[in-house]
């Protein structure tokens, strides 16, 4: 579901970037007094996972779909919102900037869609008051996939409300509503599967994660995560460096709403020149491309080798490189705020 900026006017793209910087700089303000030693590595790992995951696109059986996911609720139960907000934002900025994966323009509305609406209004509106304190696997399992149910609905309703918007009359509101809603609605309930799959192994191995957020306390330094972190290490390590080969070919299901209304999965390009501009940006920064190596989207003949070998290895390395980068970043962002605090205090 990450947006691309044909979708979106500069006036509507420029609305949605000040939301999600005033939301993340407010997040940011309100870790600074939280954060303790388990906190950001936690964020650093799980941030890396979920980047490895969406990069597979699960079919949707029936419809030539496909979908992936999205993260945003497995990020705000493990993480507490404050601090699943500015891990979805590093994994989209990531994304973005360096694998061309959602427009520069349309970067605060896909941080809107797929972080806002699950970590502020389905956490704790709905997830919460679903589960509490000791909940059993069963209440874990219905509140997540109830959870991600709506938090995708809201999401792709964003979508089309956003393309509204923005004036594309190529996507008339109605028609694209009815393709978008039932299409997130079967990635909602995959993703609610995965997502409880994931809460109830981590409520198995380190049951006071969820219940320090559960409870808005910091995680007791006498409490040591080491082995869970070296486990989702692992897991995102092993996703994205050998399960994403398994990804769909298929067109998400934003780009294959658009093409049964349009006729193509992507609507062509506005002119205007902050679009210009920013996409100029993104071509500069980007370096892997659509998750793969740039010599493979000018050599047709590799294309054939890539179908026909079982092994991907530009796949790979833009899943283990973006993990680590969004690794990397969240640990820098540890950093300032630390910093931040003693020039403060």
Known sequence: ???????????VGSIFWAGSLGIITYCARKLKDHLNGSLVPLMGVIGAFIFAAQMINFTIPGTGSSGHLGGGMILAILLGHYAALITMASVLTV??????????LALGCNIWNLGVYPCFIVYPLIYRPLVRSGSSPKRIATASVLSALIGLQLGSFSVVLETLLSGRSELPFNTFILLMQPVHLAIGLVE??????VINFVKAARPEILESVLSARPLSADISIRKLLIILLVAAILTGGALSWFSSSNPDGLEWSIEKVFGKPE???QENMIASALKAVQEK??????????????DNSSASDKDSSFVDPGTSVSGLVGSFMVLGIIFIFGFGIKVFKKSRG
């Open 267 to 269: 609507l062509p390009e």
């Open 285 to 298: 920064l980007m370096f892997l491309p659509d998750y793969d190596f740039p010599s493979n989207k000018i």
């Open 1 to 11: 579901m990450h947006m691309s900026d044909a979708l979106l006017s500069p006036a």
């Open 192 to 197: 609610g599967f995965v997502t409880a799959g």
């Open 95 to 104: 994304q973005c900037l360096f694998f061309a994966d959602g427009g520069l």
